[in-house]
C-alpha cells in the first residue's frame, strides 16, 4: 500500500503562483513515476504532468511552459510549481504513483484561480 499526501492549494488570482507537495509513504521502494492530474467541475481527470525518478518530465500542452513538476527522492515528495495561473487552472488537483502496475492517488487539493 502507498499513501500520499498533497497540500499546498488554495484561493489565488490569475497571474499568481501557488506550489502543490505530495509525500508519499508506505511501499514505496518502487516508485518510479510521480505526478498530478487535476479535474475541473463537469469534466474528466486529465493529466497534469509526470516526473520520473530520474528526473525525466512529460507536461499536458495546457501548461507546458507555466508548470513545473520536481521531486525530491530522498524525501519521496514531488512537487507542482504552477506559474501565470488562469482561471481555466481551477480544478482538484490529484497527486499521482504507480507501484508494480497499480496506480495511487492522493485525496485531492483545491485550486481555484480567480479572474
Known amino acids: 500500500q502507498v499513501q500520499l499526501v498533497e497540500s499546498g492549494g488554495g484561493l489565488v488570482q490569475a497571474g499568481g503562483s501557488l506550489r502543490l507537495s505530495c509525500a508519499a509513504s508506505?511501499?514505496?521502494?518502487?516508485?518510479?513515476?510521480m505526478g498530478w492530474y487535476r479535474q475541473a467541475p463537469g469534466k474528466q481527470r486529465e493529466l497534469v504532468g509526470t516526473?520520473?525518478?530520474?528526473?525525466?518530465?512529460n507536461y499536458a500542452d495546457s501548461v507546458k511552459g507555466r508548470f513545473t513538476i520536481s521531486r525530491d527522492n530522498a524525501k519521496n515528495t514531488v512537487y507542482l510549481q504552477m506559474n501565470s495561473l488562469k482561471p481555466e487552472d481551477t480544478a482538484v488537483y490529484y497527486c499521482?504513483?504507480?507501484?508494480?502496475?497499480?496506480?495511487?492517488w492522493g485525496q485531492g487539493t483545491q485550486v481555484t484561480v480567480s479572474s
Open positions: 499521482m504513483t504507480m507501484v508494480l502496475g497499480l496506480i495511487y
Open positions: 508506505g511501499s514505496i521502494f518502487s516508485i518510479n513515476v
Open positions: 516526473c520520473t525518478t530520474a528526473g525525466g518530465t
